[in-house]
């Protein structure tokens, strides 16, 4: 799975506790969990997070510091998933690639990604844009 991607879902959840969080092996779950993301980080409640409100996201998960370059990197990642290019993510652009990935893994289209539907997506579902669950 894409490093970026990976880092990307560590910052997204990063605020919350495991006991806060939806159960990410849903697709409602999934969707859900991000809700909380822009909740905990839309300082000025529009719904949505500003390249403002990420760059404070990314930065305040690093509080010791990030290279600039893995910095930039991230910044880059979230820019990309702008895809009306508005300058804010949205829930639904946020959850674009996740969601896609989920439906990759969810082979038996349950709703519900087990560890066997997980060990068996791989390289089937393994992408440049695929994220961690």
């Known amino acids: 799975m894409n490093f970026m991607r990976c880092l990307g879902a560590f910052l997204l ?21 991000f809700k909380l993301v822009i909740k905990g980080h839309d300082r000025n409640g529009d719904g949505k997070l500003s390249l403002e409100e990420i760059q404070t ?11 600039p370059e893995l910095r930039n990197r ?6 990309r998933q ?14 674009k690639e996740p969601l896609a990935t989920f439906a990759c893994i969810d082979a038996n289209r ?18 440049s844009e695929a994220v961690a669950f």
């Open 13 to 33: 959840v990063g605020g919350c506790s495991s006991s806060d969080l939806p159960d990410g092996s849903t697709r409602a779950g999934l969707v859900s969990e």
């Open 57 to 67: 996201m990314v930065d305040s998960a690093f509080k010791s510091g990030l290279e």
């Open 110 to 127: 349950d709703g519900y990604i087990g560890q066997p539907e997980i060990e068996a997506s791989a390289g089937r579902c393994d992408s």
């Open 74 to 79: 991230l910044l880059e990642d979230y820019a």
């Open 82 to 95: 702008d895809l009306d290019k508005d300058g804010y993510l949205d829930i639904a652009e946020l959850t």
